[in-house]
């Protein structure tokens, strides 16, 4: 079934990117597989489950997106239709990829850990005059922590690495959230 937001978005996408996104659309209804997307400038494609795909298809993954080509935001990138790979290769994968969707296959993604956060002297020197403003950093996860933490680093100038602390031991006095302003209370 053919989505009405889908035919707005591909008649309203530059003209040398509607063939490339018909012809793309055509080949495939069947769950959520691949993204495609008109730029100023290009098209792009690609599956959601790239790296799956590649151990399903083989040597053929590599036509479908090759090294060397350019890719962006959202996949491959696309100047004209002549650019595709074969349709019996993109119908090939798009089964591939309906039928790891079927069988719920899903990619594995490693979870990247960050060091923790190590606070600077400055920051430290100043938790320990301030008990409720210790506490409450302490009470944050690392990411909480790291926002403050990256905030004050972040500054060039002492004047403003002075403000920011200041203000970071006021708003952690008070129990906040470095972005405190924009959360939902």
Same mark, same amino acid.
């Given at each position: 079934?053919?989505?009405?937001a889908?035919?707005?978005? =591909?008649?309203?996408?530059? *003209?040398?990117?509607?063939?490339?996104?018909?012809?793309? @659309?055509? %080949?495939?209804? $069947?769950?959520? +597989?691949a993204?495609?997307?008109?730029?100023?400038?290009?098209?792009?494609?690609?599956?959601?489950?790239?790296?799956?795909?590649?151990?399903?298809?083989?040597?053929?993954?590599?036509?479908?997106?090759?090294?060397?080509?350019?890719?962006?935001?959202?996949?491959?990138?696309?100047?004209?239709?002549?650019?595709?790979?074969?349709?019996?290769?993109?119908?090939?994968? =798009?089964?591939?990829?309906? *039928?790891?969707?079927?069988?719920?296959?899903?990619?594995t @993604?490693? %979870?990247?850990? $960050?060091?923790? +956060?190590?606070?600077?002297?400055?920051?430290?020197?100043?938790?320990?005059?301030?008990a409720?403003?210790k506490?409450t950093?302490?009470?944050?996860?690392?990411?909480?922590?790291?926002?403050?933490?990256?905030?004050?680093?972040?500054?060039?100038?002492?004047?403003?690495?002075?403000?920011?602390?200041?203000?970071?031991?006021?708003?952690?006095?008070?129990?906040?959230?470095?972005?405190?302003?924009?959360?939902?209370?």
């Amino acid at each position: 079934m053919k989505s009405r937001a889908v035919d707005a978005y =591909i008649a309203k996408s530059p *003209a040398f990117a509607r063939p490339i996104l018909e012809h793309l @659309r055509s %080949l495939m209804h $069947k769950g959520i +597989v691949a993204g495609m997307a008109a730029f100023k400038q290009h098209a792009a494609f690609g599956f959601w489950s790239k790296r799956l795909l590649e151990e399903v298809l083989g040597k053929d993954a590599e036509k479908l997106s090759p090294k060397n080509a350019e890719s962006g935001m959202g996949g491959r990138k696309f100047l004209s239709l002549s650019e595709l790979p074969p349709d019996a290769l993109l119908i090939r994968a =798009i089964k591939a990829a309906v *039928a790891l969707n079927e069988e719920g296959v899903r990619p594995t @993604r490693e %979870l990247r850990k $960050k060091p923790p +956060v190590k606070p600077p002297p400055y920051l430290v020197a100043a938790l320990r005059k301030n008990a409720m403003a210790k506490k409450t950093f302490e009470g944050f996860t690392p990411s909480q922590q790291r926002e403050y933490v990256e905030w004050l680093t972040d500054a060039k100038q002492e004047a403003t690495r002075a403000r920011r602390l200041a203000t970071t031991i006021e708003w952690l006095a008070e129990g906040k959230q470095r972005n405190w302003k924009y959360q939902n209370c």
